[in-house]
């Protein structure tokens, strides 16, 4: 699977922004980011069902989305925050697995897309 992402940018705190990711064929997808010195982090995900999982800290604030005709999800940043300010990364979950915010669910990688949020 090939997974291209799009969409990051730098905007000032309380902005938003849309981040894009679209697949080489259907697949459950989900957004990690890494922020400068970190690990990489679990964001949100989005189950063939259609059912969502954020971190904590996005709750309320991001959106995930997908368009099964485009074999897209997107993701909608809100009230964005310095400390959300990190590479964020789409990736395709391998089929079977179950825990959505794990790394190790995820088989495929997009290269990232840099989110600068100031302050």
């Known amino acids: 699977v090939q997974l291209q992402a799009s969409g990051g940018g730098l905007v000032q705190a309380g902005e938003s922004l849309r981040l894009s990711c679209t697949a080489s064929?259907?697949?459950?997808l989900g957004w990690f980011r890494q922020a400068p010195g970190k690990g990489r982090e679990f964001v949100a995900a989005?189950?063939?069902?259609?059912?969502?999982y954020y971190i904590d800290s996005v709750k309320g604030r991001f959106s995930i989305s997908r368009d099964n005709a485009k074999n897209t999800v997107y993701l909608q940043m809100n009230s964005l925050k310095p400390e959300d300010t990190a590479v964020y990364y789409c990736?395709?979950?391998?089929?079977?697995?179950?825990?959505?915010?794990?790394?190790?669910?995820?088989?495929?990688w997009g290269q990232g897309t840099l989110v600068t949020v100031s302050s």
């Open positions: 990736a395709a979950k391998r089929f079977g697995a179950t825990q959505y915010s794990r790394v190790e669910s995820y088989d495929y």
């Open positions: 064929r259907p697949s459950a």
């Open positions: 989005i189950a063939w069902n259609g059912d969502t």
